[in-house]
């Protein structure tokens, strides 16, 4: 038997070896890869419902916006109304007033 390890044998060792660490690499970055495009899938998946929340809370406001526009307008009418009635009863007791004066003036005229 012999005993001695020639350089042809180191190559050809050297060379398995490289090819072994080769396959592995490969193995090992396509196993890599394959986690790193479920995560990106997952990223992505979470960025649609993210979207989807967004454009539901996006059209919520809109509808609150519409409301609020017509609260806003309903109020605007109901306080045009109350300074209309506001200035129908400074009107009103300016006559009041006036008649007031008018019938004591009346009552002293007769007296």
């Known amino acids: 038997?012999?005993?001695?390890?020639?350089?042809?044998?180191?190559?050809d060792s050297?060379?398995?070896?490289k090819a072994e660490i080769k396959e592995e690499f490969r193995r090992h970055t396509g196993?890599?890869?394959?986690?790193f495009d479920k995560r990106i899938n997952f990223v992505i998946e979470g960025q649609e419902v993210l979207t989807q929340r967004v454009?539901?809370?996006?059209?919520?406001?809109?509808?609150?916006?519409?409301?609020?526009?017509?609260?806003?307008?309903?109020?605007?009418?109901?306080?045009t109304k109350?300074?209309?009635?506001?200035?129908?009863?400074?009107?009103?007791?300016?006559n009041t007033e006036l008649h007031v004066q008018v019938v004591k003036q009346r009552g002293k005229k007769r007296a």
Request: proline content about 0%; charged content about 40%.
């Open 1 to 11: 038997m012999n005993d001695y390890v020639t350089k042809k044998d180191l190559d």
């Open 14 to 17: 050297l060379g398995k070896f």
């Open 31 to 35: 196993l890599i890869l394959e986690e």
């Open 55 to 79: 454009d539901k809370i996006d059209s919520r406001l809109s509808n609150l916006e519409t409301k609020v526009d017509k609260i806003d307008s309903r109020l605007s009418n109901l306080e």
């Open 82 to 94: 109350v300074d209309n009635i506001h200035e129908e009863l400074i009107s009103h007791r300016d």
